[in-house]
């Protein structure tokens, strides 16, 4: 029972100078609930966001929203449209190299100047004020910079401008091959058990460019800063980055039970009405960053992919095993390549030939279960 | 029982100035059966190929070879090596777009000119005399060309000097996303049952660049030469393209199996122990290459692909379901996109993202039973 | 003193659903003159051509053109949008490997065909009823195809659908590192000195799907087809490939000269008066395409390019030295590698690293002097 | 009259199987001079510094060396074998988008642990202690790290192994299309004269992975960290990245130039005989990394590159001229794109074709004259 706006904000420019645009869905909420932005496939390949952001749109239209909702899929025409063989290569700017979703924007300065400036401003005000002032860094910085800025920074630019709005903030990926996992970050590990992914990254609270950090950082600091001045303050933002699955692939049943995943979070935060949707039960494992560890391919072949997805590995188990055909008169013609330490795998790469180097599977080691 | 012999060719050389190499292994014959030439992984993605040859090689060491094997896996060092993203951009040459699997040799001049000089040779001179012919213009034409050739033009020519020596010629491929399947010129047709491969597909004697035509148009138009001179002779090389599943993907088990079907096609010629190795039974269908259709997405967006591979589709039956997020609020979000005619679905495209154009599926239409 | 109209043609639609277009600008003749259809940057990194139909642009406006002229610059965008590194990889389409000046449409079963059945046709009604038999060929082969053909095919078809309509059609190219030359057809010889061009290749009637060819071979061959019946036409269109410069370069003064060259040969054809533009007086030398080869690296390295583009190379005189760094303790650290023949050097590769077979030079041999 | 060695170091396997190795030349010092190292061509299409170390080999062959020297031209198989189209896309892992020139390591826990755990050790031990240890601190992390590292991180590893010997570091590169200029760290500016390159870029001690702050900035911290403690040495290490002009160019007459621009530095140091060699004379410009300012296209479309490489700009002047041929009946058509600040055009970017963000030109400004 909610209205869905659609309209498209221009992002880029191509060479021959077609203005490459974004849809916007938006919907206005009913009853000042916390706000929400939910963006997809700023990874050109990962494209199944698309289709929970699909399912969303069906659920809300027919739910009261009480609070403001911006939809982005397709969130970068440039990564989804560059193709290379038949797949997307849609991870980083073939010109540049750079990860596309490395170029948010953080200034970390201003959350000090902020607490410093304002010590005793009521909290409403600090959340209306501090957002004031990290958007309008962030057009002066990266939307305005008289230089300019790459296609990347101002992609992202453009995006965060909406996401800054938000007091809540989903970024929707993949993996290569992958199972489902969620990127938490530390203060909102509460939140973790509210989606039903089994698999949870805590993550602190350094800036690395994405842009659920780019979301959080700068509030997740105004707390800290508030705290030095013996202020307690709430970290008034939430973010999270989903990661649905595998890349290249589209499934709108199984978007279908991410999207109520979702729901059942905004549901607990009364974006929706609170109990309306509520997680699934299941055995929740959780990691922190330092502790998830990409095992490299230690020489290069064909690969087959042995240790499953989402599964839990021991020690000395299988990862892979590594056919050598060039070397079929010696005794490693076939290699079976084991887990250095106890470890769930995340994740895998999607091509099986590798490089020596070559990332062959994402590991949560030292991970413990999260109680609900 | 046989003793397998391995050695690398040189094929090409890479800016830096490496020499890039395939690996060679041979077996000799103990009782003059035919020879076989069997490749895999001239295109760099299509890896499943290297682990049937490893399948082949320990089968072979243990049974006694009556014919002379050479088998090459990993036959196109720049496509293995060519990655883009996470895949391997391997069908074509990076710098020139020439499908690796194009570039093989064939004069059309020389079957008529050698059946005219030669109309009484006896059938085991004409055999070898016309193999040398062949090879000796192969190495005049293409491997000491005084302007030179393309570098997969001397990749392919380093390859097929050593398959026009065989009787008998396997080239192991797989598709995008595929079931497996086998070309199969039309004069071998009574092979085509042989093989563990449901799905069969007929194909004239046209020359498009492909191994496998490369080695059967000359002994095929040396036939038809004859025959326009009231002889009649049998084509005296046999030779196949084997499509083993998907592209970037590695089993050795399923390796095993074709390894066996393979077996089954040489012990009936007789290169090992007949009887030794003999064809599933199955239902097997064939379909003539003119009406092997590749239906093209007649307009972008992402894709669920609906119809199985290798099942058989009615007209009007869903193909793919297409997703346009960014027309949510038009009819056409979501979009079935029927078969336009009865077909079994033999492979579908990688990606889960099109343009308009891309190719979707390939079908067989028109398709018949085989009677084994 | 012509009105240009612009206007956008939609040729595809990319994977998030962009529509993309290409710019056409017309201009409506005052005179019955004969119509002109000019292109450029269907190879995406050849961008100097859109510099020429600028100028081009700023001529006829103060021109009275007498025939339509359709100028159709950006005829490509994914090919101008595709960039891999600081490059245009804008040749072949990144998907297939399909060169995208190799899509457009030719039925050689027409010709004859038309030609039986209209033997006593007046040459106006031929004209007008043979270019409708065409246009409508390539509208149900290729634009309303049931299922549908390649990006490129589609693309090209809309482009060519524009061409067929035009009695003059001219395809603004460049070569990688390039002096000007032009593509003419033998059976318009005494054109090519009407360009400022001073290399000229004279073409056969073959088909290999470029867009010269695309709109001569149909008239060409009419043109035979009722030769062998004894009766004498004239090719009613006339179709060039003007290559002009390199690529990934842009020069708007160098531009200026090319479309004067353009209108020298325009206004020979009465499409703007006559004797309004003059070609210039130079040497022009031509050869037969069968002439006209490539030499392929015979080693890998790292390469000086020795030969002068558009210079007379000697037989035995330097076309490039290499430097094979990995063997500084080799005689062949340094080479210089040697021309085979006399030859005029018309391009050469674009990057200073080469594997061995990749394209060093295109060459002129057996080349002769044109007379004016 | 200096022995060269040559010998290859395997750097990383290719998913074929394949070693792919860098070549190493070695002279050993005659005389207890500085130690050196100088390595080209990590950014795969950065060929010229190739032929300088081929220039610089055929000079020290005839010099006597005082110190031992390590050559290392082609050090990137991997960047240098990868094609996209004509150019060689050799910047970045293909597969991860990672800079090839970023993989470099530097532990910055270890030089204050150093000086603190050795206030009062003699400087040479303190050169040879400090250097074993960060040897030993790079093969624990990158060359024999348990889960292995990333392709390029090894690759770097391997080379940075070499490098860590030397007191004075090389690392040759090219721009796209630039002008010669030399990145100096701050601590060495009166070497910034000493090298026939007008255009000088002091750069911090902060570490972004390249080879030259991985070679100083373990011995600029430790200097600060004995300055600290109140105790002052020397920096012992020497490094620069030069630049020397533009990628996919080679030219062995311009290389003989800057053998002898690097040879006049090399025999101040004394690693040949003083005096041997001297600087040109000519102005120098220098400007601070946080000066050095990449303008980026404000929009999309075709570029003439108008402001001169290495030449002085006005603020207003042009930078480039844009040609939006979509737009000729738009003002904007055509538009010159001017200079925001006085500065130095050092390069520009490669292709006539950006989209908007394309990294247009680097600048210096507030740019100041170095005296000799």
Chains 1, 2, 3, 4 share one sequence.
Request: glycine share 6%; proline share 5%.
């Amino acid at each position: 029972m909610s209205q869905i706006i659609a309209s498209q904000l221009n992002v880029t420019q191509m060479a021959n100078g077609q203005a490459m645009t974004v849809p916007v869905y938006t919907i206005k909420g009913s009853n000042n609930g916390p706000s929400v932005y939910i963006q997809a496939n700023i990874h050109g390949a990962e494209v199944q966001g698309n289709a929970v952001i699909y399912q969303l749109l069906e659920q809300f239209k027919q739910l009261d929203c009480y609070g403001d909702i911006t939809l982005v899929p397709l969130a970068n025409p440039i990564g989804s449209n560059q193709k290379s063989g038949e797949f997307t290569l849609g991870r980083f700017d073939p010109i540049t190299g750079a990860n596309w979703n490395r170029g948010y924007h953080f200034n970390d300065a201003l959350p000090a100047q902020f607490a410093q400036a304002n010590p005793d401003m009521a909290i409403s005000e600090i959340v209306s004020q501090f957002r004031a002032l990290i958007i309008d860094d962030l057009e002066q910085q990266k939307i305005d910079a008289p230089y300019g800025v790459t296609t990347g920074q101002f992609l992202c630019a453009k995006l965060q401008r909406m996401a800054l709005e938000a007091d809540i903030v989903l970024d929707l990926h993949t993996g290569p091959i992958s199972s489902r996992h969620l990127y938490c970050p530390e203060y909102a590990k509460d939140s973790a058990v509210l989606f039903d992914i089994p698999h949870v990254l805590f993550i602190p609270q350094d800036f690395d460019g994405a842009l659920d950090e780019a979301c959080f950082c700068p509030w997740w600091q105004l707390q800290q800063a508030y705290q030095q001045q013996g202020r307690s303050i709430e970290v008034a933002v939430a973010a999270f980055t989903l990661e649905l699955g595998s890349q290249e692939w589209l499934c709108l049943e199984e978007a279908k039970r991410d999207s109520e995943s979702i729901l059942s979070y905004l549901s607990h935060r009364g974006v929706v009405k609170p109990g309306l949707f509520t997680p699934k039960k299941m055995t929740r494992y959780g990691c922190d960053l330092k502790d998830y560890r990409t095992f490299y391919a230690p020489k290069s072949g064909l690969v087959e992919y042995l240790a499953p997805l989402g599964g839990q590995v021991k020690q000395g188990e299988p990862l892979v095993r590594m056919l050598r055909i060039d070397r079929y008169d010696h005794p490693d013609v076939i290699e079976v390549i084991k887990a250095p330490d106890d470890c769930i795998a995340i994740l895998h790469f999607a091509s099986a030939s590798v490089n020596q180097g070559t990332e062959l599977y994402k590991l949560f080691t030292n991970y413990f279960t999260l109680s609900a």
